[in-house]
């Protein structure tokens, strides 16, 4: 059974940065494609990133464009999310999912997710 464990997460200040980590177990990663999520307070779901499988193409929000960077390392099978240039409306628990090989920024399309970390940027 695929797990999948965030972690990273933690209070920034804006500008700051943060590095996001999904390790998952169970299953290699090699041919997953994994998305990363976020929910703030009083809003739905977004899609903020993901990555393909063998190929590593990706795909991102265009609300992070420019100051997030999604990466893999199969060898440790983990995905990393960079986020740089953080702002307040950042603010939210982040969660990894994954599902067959092609990224895809919608939720639904997703069979197994994490347990979430919580990414919080104020000053």
């Known amino acids: 059974q695929l797990q999948l464990v965030e972690s990273g997460g933690g209070l920034v200040q804006p500008g700051g940065s943060l590095r996001l980590s999904c390790a998952a177990s169970g299953f290699t990663l090699d041919y997953l494609a994994i998305g990363w999520f976020r929910r703030a307070p009083g809003k739905e779901r977004e899609g903020v990133s993901c990555?393909?499988?063998?190929?590593?193409?990706?795909d991102y929000a265009d609300s992070v464009k420019g100051r997030f960077t999604i990466s893999r390392d199969n060898a440790n099978n983990t995905v990393y999310l960079q986020m740089n240039s953080l702002k307040p409306e950042d603010t939210a628990v982040y969660y990894c999912?994954?599902?067959?090989?092609?990224?895809?920024?919608?939720?639904?399309?997703?069979?197994?997710w994490g347990q979430g970390t919580q990414v919080t940027v104020s000053s």
């Open positions: 999912a994954a599902r067959g090989y092609v990224c895809s920024l919608v939720g639904h399309d997703y069979d197994y």
């Open positions: 990555i393909s499988s063998s190929i590593g193409s990706s």
